[in-house]
């Protein structure tokens, strides 16, 4: 089975434009979350999705957003792209929504340079 | 407030030696406890889970995390390091909706 699916890979914009990352969980899985990496530190939250609703948020700007599909795929976007967003965006899918007990399989991710 | 702290930035060992990694995590409730591994480039792979039970749990590798609810710790580690550990580690507690708090990771190197 195919795993945790994310495109593209590998992403360069500039400061000011709009990006959309995707991501393909897991076969059966109805939940993504997102995870934002900077480079030397851990993952952060940034969304969890489950059943195409928004259950938990992080600590980010509206600037982020997401959705989920009826396929439970998802996209990332970001707008009015900063220096700072530049990062690993991991994307990370589960059977059920967690209460904190679930194992969360994670992508490869998208690495976002702004320039 | 849930935290992680990984204190060791960087650790190395020779091939062969035994490894722990030290985990603190700050949670007021029961923790769910997790250690993922992280290649360059790479996602995370789990390595091992501690939801409830017994304190010492297996995981893939030949790693292994004891919980230790009065340290507050849950310190990952293995016999016998290989050249092919050589990666990040990273543990986390999670919380409801499958928000994950992640350390800032430790980096290992294996010397030959």
């Known amino acids: 089975d195919a795993g945790v699916t994310q495109s593209p890979t590998h992403l360069i914009k500039t400061r000011g434009q709009h990006v959309t990352l995707r991501c393909s969980p897991i076969s059966g899985h109805k939940s993504v979350s997102w995870y934002q990496q900077v480079l030397g530190q851990g993952p952060q939250f940034i969304f969890q999705?489950?059943?195409?609703?928004?259950?938990g948020r992080g600590n980010f700007p509206d600037r982020f957003s997401a959705r989920q599909f009826p396929n439970y795929s998802s996209e990332l976007n970001v707008n009015a792209l900063l220096l700072g967003d530049s990062a690993l965006y991991l994307c990370?899918?589960?059977?059920?929504?967690?209460?904190?007990?679930?194992?969360?399989?994670f992508g490869s991710g998208t690495q976002l340079s702004v320039l | 407030a849930q935290s992680v702290t990984q204190p060791d930035i960087h650790i190395t060992v020779s091939e062969g030696a035994s490894l722990e990694l030290r985990c603190n995590y700050s949670?007021?409730?029961?923790?769910?406890l997790f250690w993922y591994v992280q290649s360059p480039g790479q996602g995370l792979q789990l390595l091992l889970k501690?939801?409830?039970?017994?304190?010492l749990v297996q995981g893939i590798k030949g790693f292994e995390a004891e919980f230790k609810r009065s340290q507050s710790s849950f310190n990952l580690r293995k016999p016998s390091v290989h050249w092919s550990d050589a990666a990040e580690y990273f543990c986390a507690v999670a919380a409801n909706f499958n928000k994950f708090y992640f350390g800032s990771g430790t980096k290992l190197n294996v010397k030959p």
């Open positions: 949670y007021g409730a029961t923790p769910y």
């Open positions: 990370a899918s589960s059977f059920r929504q967690g209460a904190g007990n679930e194992k969360l399989f």
């Open positions: 501690y939801f409830s039970g017994d304190t």
């Open positions: 999705y489950y059943e195409k609703e928004e259950r």
